[in-house]
Structure formats: structure tokens, C-alpha cells
């Protein structure tokens, strides 16, 4: 070997300080990576999940979190749970990309990256016009030709940019203006970017709805002000009326849980991508101290899922509900995966004995259904 590329190999697996690296591999169901060590009920603000087997450097370590570096000037942090470290590797001076291929089934379309190793990433939606970008970190391109094959129905164009001497970012542009979802993962070194297509027929009759009625077991949710209800079977109730809604129209349904069970935020989200729905609803009843805050209120992450959440919240302002916001950069669980465009349904507050009154009222429940398919029903005329 070269003085110099051994060199250059010892530099790599030292941190700034010239320590030596730890090094292994993300492992575990559903990794995911967080920007900072700040936390919340929600937890601490998540960058993104990850496939496993995903070469990791660790830098530092502060009680459940492993710091690691994901190219010269960006790191995260990632659960030791789902961290493995790996003897085996041997970190190279640098990895490259290699060819592309653009193309699509039956289904999706796709973008496939060679790669000399299985690194970090993170996406990000963007709109007006409608954009998928990911960013993979430690990479630097050799890609010298992208194939791309007219089977594609929702890309429009595939191009990438050098953004750092190690951070490689590539676009995506979109055909239509609505995401509707896209996955990523690893297929043995060659990163895979898989694109849901936007349905040929607009109406709730042509999509798979997921409802995820909130919490369940002994995840019990908030309490009635005045009736002691519990939020875990009210969310429930609710749940399997906009079920029985959606069936009478004719809309193909999936419910995380169909009765009082504990179930984890990890298996929702594993089970809801083996699903694959079209949209995802998850119905919650809201708490706060003040006895006097009340209203309804969605939530998104993704600003490429936010149209969804808006018409359903001006649907649901019908009941004479006060409207208490649409919330963005939700870091809830269930608003986290990709796949698909999800809303987070706060109907109303459990600790205001108006909002309580009305969340008891079985007609009430039948009204809510009603609304949400109506709010999904405008958002598709609205990308007609």
C-alpha cells in the first residue's frame, strides 16, 4: 500500500481530536437519526429513519445517544439501541457513487444509486415545484451517467449536485404537484429512492385510508374534564364510525387497531408500511392545563403533505369548532414516515368541557367522519 493512501486511512478513522473512531453499523427495527440531544414529549427532533446496515462513526457518546459524524461537517445522533459496532470494517479515504438507473413498474417509479459502501442520508420535500431531495453524506460522485428509461410516470427530471467535497445531493422534480410519497432504502450497496405515483382517478373511492385510532392499552391518552373518559376509547369509537363511513362510500379502509390493545408506535409504523396505504389519518382527543383552550387542530411534518391536513381542518371548523392551528414539523411518530401523506387529527380538547360535550355525543362521531371524508374528498378536487 501507498504511504499516502495509508495515511489518509489513518486520518479517517480518527476524529478531530486524533482519536480513534468507533465504527459499526445501524441496526434494529426502524433507526432513526436526531439533529440534536434536545428533547420533548415527542422526543428529540428526528432528521430521518434509516435502512440498517448503515456504516456509522461515532464521536461522542451522552447517555442513550451515540454522536456520529456523517461527512466532515455534519453529525447526529443516534440511539446506542441502534447502533452495532462492527470489527470488520475497514474505512476507506473515500467512497464514490457509481451509475444510475431511472425507471418504472407496474407501480412506482424509481431512482437507483451504485455506491461503494451503504452511508447516510436524509430527504426533504419541496414545493412550487415539487421536489424530492436527498442528501448522502461521506459520498463523493463518479457517477459519469445516469440511464433512464421511459417507463417513469411521475419523474420528471433526475439530476445531481456536489453540495460538499462529501455530501452528494440528489434531485428529484415531479410531475404533479402533490407528494404522495416516496421510500428509501438500501438494495446491497446501491441506494434505492422508490416514488409512489399520484393515483389516475382523484376520488376517495380509488385510495387505500389508513385510520390509527390513538394510543390503546395501557397507553390510556387524556382524561374527560367532567366525564373521566378516557382518550384511548373515544379515539376508538371515532375511528371505527369514519371506518364504517368510508365503507358506505365505497373507500377501502385499514385500521391500525380494531380494539383496546397496546400497541407501540414502531409496530404502526412497520405495519402501515407493509400496508402501503394512500393516506394515513390518525384521530386523537387534545389536553390542555387551561380548562378554557379548546378547538380542533392537524398536524403534518412534511411541508409536501401539509394540503391534505388544511382542507381537512377547514372541513372540521363545519361543527362549530374553534380552530386551534395546523401545526407543521410535527415530530410525532406516526407524521414521520414518507411513504405516504398522513394528518394528524386533534378533534378537540378533552380538558374544555364544550369541546368534552360534543366528543361525547355518538352523533358527534358520525358529524367528525363525515367532515374528514369531505376534507379529503376537497383536497383531490384540488389537484384535479
Known amino acids: 500500500m501507498k504511504p499516502a493512501v495509508l495515511f489518509f486511512m489513518i486520518l479517517a478513522s480518527m476524529n478531530a481530536n486524533g482519536q480513534h473512531l468507533l465504527v459499526g453499523r445501524t441496526t434494529g427495527q426502524l433507526p432513526f437519526l436526531k439533529y440534536g440531544l434536545g428533547e420533548d414529549r415527542l422526543g428529540g427532533a428526528k432528521m430521518t429513519f434509516l435502512d440498517s446496515n448503515i456504516l456509522m462513526k461515532v464521536v461522542d457518546s451522552v447517555k442513550d445517544d451515540y454522536k456520529v459524524q456523517l461527512s466532515a461537517y455534519h453529525f447526529g445522533w443516534l440511539g446506542k439501541t441502534s447502533f452495532k459496532k462492527d470489527s470488520a470494517v475497514s474505512l476507506q479515504p473515500y467512497y464514490l457513487t457509481g451509475s444510475w438507473k431511472v425507471y418504472g413498474d407496474n407501480?412506482?417509479?424509481?431512482?437507483?444509486?451504485?455506491?461503494?459502501?451503504?452511508?447516510?442520508?436524509?430527504?426533504?420535500?419541496?414545493?412550487?415545484?415539487?421536489?424530492?431531495?436527498?442528501?448522502?453524506?461521506?459520498?463523493?460522485?463518479?457517477?459519469?451517467?445516469?440511464?433512464?428509461?421511459?417507463?417513469?410516470?411521475?419523474?420528471?427530471?433526475?439530476?445531481?449536485?456536489?453540495?460538499?467535497?462529501?455530501?452528494?445531493?440528489?434531485?428529484?422534480?415531479?410531475?404533479?404537484?402533490?407528494?404522495?410519497?416516496?421510500?428509501?432504502?438500501?438494495?446491497?450497496?446501491?441506494?434505492?429512492?422508490?416514488?409512489k405515483r399520484q393515483p389516475q382517478k382523484l376520488t376517495p373511492q380509488n385510495l387505500l385510508v389508513a385510520i390509527d385510532a390513538g394510543h390503546g392499552g395501557s397507553n390510556t391518552g387524556a382524561t374527560g374534564v367532567s366525564s373521566g373518559i378516557i382518550e384511548k376509547e373515544y379515539t376508538l369509537k371515532i375511528a371505527k364510525q369514519f371506518e364504517k363511513y368510508l365503507n358506505a362510500q365505497k373507500v377501502k379502509t385499514f385500521m391500525t387497531r380494531t380494539k383496546d390493545t397496546d400497541l407501540a408506535m414502531i409496530d404502526r409504523t412497520i405495519?402501515?408500511?407493509?400496508?402501503?396505504?394512500?393516506?394515513?389519518?390518525?384521530?386523537?382527543?387534545?389536553?390542555?392545563?387551561?380548562?378554557?383552550?379548546?378547538?380542533?387542530?392537524?398536524?403534518?411534518?412534511?411541508?409536501?403533505?401539509?394540503?391534505?391536513?388544511?382542507?381537512?381542518?377547514?372541513?372540521?371548523?363545519?361543527?362549530?369548532?374553534?380552530?386551534?392551528?395546523?401545526?407543521?414539523?410535527?415530530?410525532?411518530?406516526?407524521?414521520?414516515?414518507?411513504?405516504?401523506?398522513?394528518?394528524?387529527?386533534?378533534?378537540?380538547?378533552?380538558?374544555?368541557?364544550?369541546?368534552?360535550?360534543?366528543?361525547?355525543?355518538?352523533?358527534?362521531?358520525?358529524?367528525?367522519?363525515?367532515k374528514i371524508y369531505l376534507g379529503i374528498n376537497d383536497w383531490l378536487k384540488s389537484l384535479k
Open 271 to 370: 405495519m402501515l408500511r407493509e400496508e402501503d396505504p394512500d393516506i394515513l389519518i390518525s384521530l386523537h382527543l387534545n389536553s390542555a392545563e387551561s380548562d378554557t383552550v379548546k378547538g380542533v387542530s392537524t398536524y403534518y411534518r412534511y411541508i409536501g403533505f401539509r394540503p391534505l391536513s388544511q382542507a381537512i381542518l377547514k372541513r372540521m371548523q363545519e361543527l362549530k369548532l374553534k380552530e386551534w392551528a395546523n401545526v407543521g414539523a410535527f415530530n410525532f411518530s406516526l407524521s414521520g414516515p414518507t411513504e405516504y401523506p398522513n394528518c394528524l387529527v386533534e378533534i378537540g380538547f378533552l380538558s374544555n368541557r364544550e369541546d368534552e360535550k360534543k366528543i361525547l355525543d355518538p352523533k358527534f362521531h358520525k358529524l367528525v367522519a363525515q
Open 107 to 195: 407501480k412506482y417509479d424509481y431512482v437507483t444509486i451504485s455506491m461503494d459502501e451503504r452511508l447516510p442520508y436524509r430527504s426533504a420535500q419541496e414545493i412550487n415545484p415539487s421536489k424530492i431531495v436527498v442528501d448522502i453524506f461521506g459520498v463523493t460522485s463518479n457517477t459519469n451517467w445516469i440511464t433512464q428509461l421511459s417507463t417513469i410516470k411521475e419523474i420528471r427530471n433526475v439530476y445531481y449536485v456536489q453540495a460538499e467535497d462529501d455530501v452528494f445531493r440528489v434531485i428529484i422534480e415531479l410531475k404533479h404537484q402533490q407528494h404522495w410519497g416516496y421510500f428509501i432504502h438500501y438494495d446491497s450497496n446501491k441506494l434505492v429512492i422508490r416514488i
